[in-house]
């Protein structure tokens, strides 16, 4: 069964540096786009950016570029999401998500149950 | 960016009946050296992570129920639940996946009348 299990809730202050984890089982971890999204609450999805795993390319959408990193580690088949400095405005349910085929930018399947970030001070 | 725009932001619909949400992305999805559109619909009820539904725009996931489908092409798409069931109470969105940022649309929240 494919999986991808996250990391669990964070609660931080503004200024923090935090790095969330999802770990993906069930299928060759480097053939396929990983990636983030984000639900502020009560609101809609929001596309952060996506990884390969295999030789790490990595694409971010404008609005999260230079505010988040995304890497990956193919030896333990972990993809994380991190800030350097958290603000309030961060505070959100994180999804990570699978390209749903091998090699390609594709759907997102399966969805990560998602990490709850916290910001406040 | 592709801009994702969704109607309506919600609705209402008696069990039984039919419900259908619109997709409309800024430029076309369609791919033209494969004919692929690329679209897709995800389903998220409350509490719960988003649900893949169906993809290349009119392909429906594994286990999804027949009475959802997806159609249409280029710019405009719709999402189709032949007989609403209780159960299908939820917030839907459109994604593309055509080019970076795969951008959603802002969703469309389904109810029961």
């Known amino acids: 069964e494919v999986q991808l299990v996250q990391s669990g809730a964070e609660v931080k202050k503004p200024g923090e540096s935090l790095k969330i984890s999802c770990k993906g089982s069930g299928y060759s971890f480097t053939r396929y786009w990983i990636g983030w999204v984000r639900q502020m609450p009560g609101k809609g999805l929001e596309w952060m950016g996506i990884i390969y795993p295999g030789d790490s390319d990595t694409r971010y959408s404008p609005s999260f570029r230079g505010q988040v990193t995304i890497s990956a580690d193919r030896s333990i088949s972990t993809a994380y999401l991190q800030w350097s400095s958290l603000r309030a405005s961060d505070t959100a349910m994180y999804y990570c998500v699978r390209q749903g085929a091998p090699d390609t930018m594709s759907w997102f399947d399966p969805w990560g149950q998602g990490t709850l970030v916290t910001v406040s001070s | 960016d592709i801009v994702m725009t969704q109607s309506p932001d919600s609705l209402a619909v008696s069990l039984g009946e039919r419900a259908t949400i619109n997709c409309k992305s800024s430029?076309?999805?369609?791919?033209?050296?494969?004919?692929?559109?690329?679209l897709a619909w995800y389903q998220q009820k409350p509490g719960q992570s988003p649900k893949l539904l169906i993809y290349w725009a009119s392909t429906r996931e594994s286990g999804v129920p027949d009475r959802f489908s997806g159609s249409g092409s280029g710019t405009d798409f719709t999402l189709t639940i032949s007989s609403l069931q209780a159960e299908d109470v939820a917030v839907y969105y459109c994604q593309q996946y055509y080019s970076t940022p795969h951008t959603f649309g802002q969703g469309t929240k389904l109810e029961i009348k």
């Open positions: 430029q076309s999805v369609l791919y033209n050296s494969n004919n692929k559109n690329y």
